[in-house]
């Protein structure tokens, strides 16, 4: 079993700033990609930005320049620094996480947290 435990969703200010934090915790023995995406009410879930194990980036067009990915691979830790927020970025924000142990992969998801941003 994984774990993903998101923190670090709020409401924000337009122009504010929020940073999300994702652990993940369980059974396994590594993990390759991690990321963040986030789905608005009707709307499909969306790529926000991943960052490999070995911290190659990407981002969707929309968020490059404003939202950074980062990890702490000792902590199997991801974090998204989210800057001059739009009324547009609210959603539910989930992590994932492609783990591994052996030949055995598993895509962990977290339960999501809310990003609420006000004009």
């Known amino acids: 079993q994984v774990q993903l435990v998101e923190s670090g969703g709020g409401l924000v200010q337009a122009g504010g700033s929020l940073r999300l934090s994702c652990a993940a915790s369980?059974?396994?023995?590594?993990?390759?990609?991690m990321g963040w995406y986030r789905q608005a009410p009707g709307k499909q879930r969306e790529l926000v930005a991943a960052?490999?194990?070995?911290?190659?980036?990407n981002y969707a067009d929309s968020m490059k320049g404003r939202f950074t990915i980062s990890r702490d691979n000792a902590k199997n830790t991801v974090y998204l620094q989210m800057n001059s927020l739009k009324p547009e970025d609210t959603a539910v924000y989930y992590c994932?996480?492609?783990?591994?142990?052996?030949?055995?992969?598993?895509?962990?998801w977290g339960q999501g947290t809310q990003v609420t941003v006000s004009s």
């Open positions: 960052i490999t194990s070995g911290g190659s980036t």
């Open positions: 994932n996480a492609h783990t591994f142990t052996g030949v055995v992969r598993y895509d962990a």
């Open positions: 369980g059974s396994f023995f590594g993990i390759n990609a």
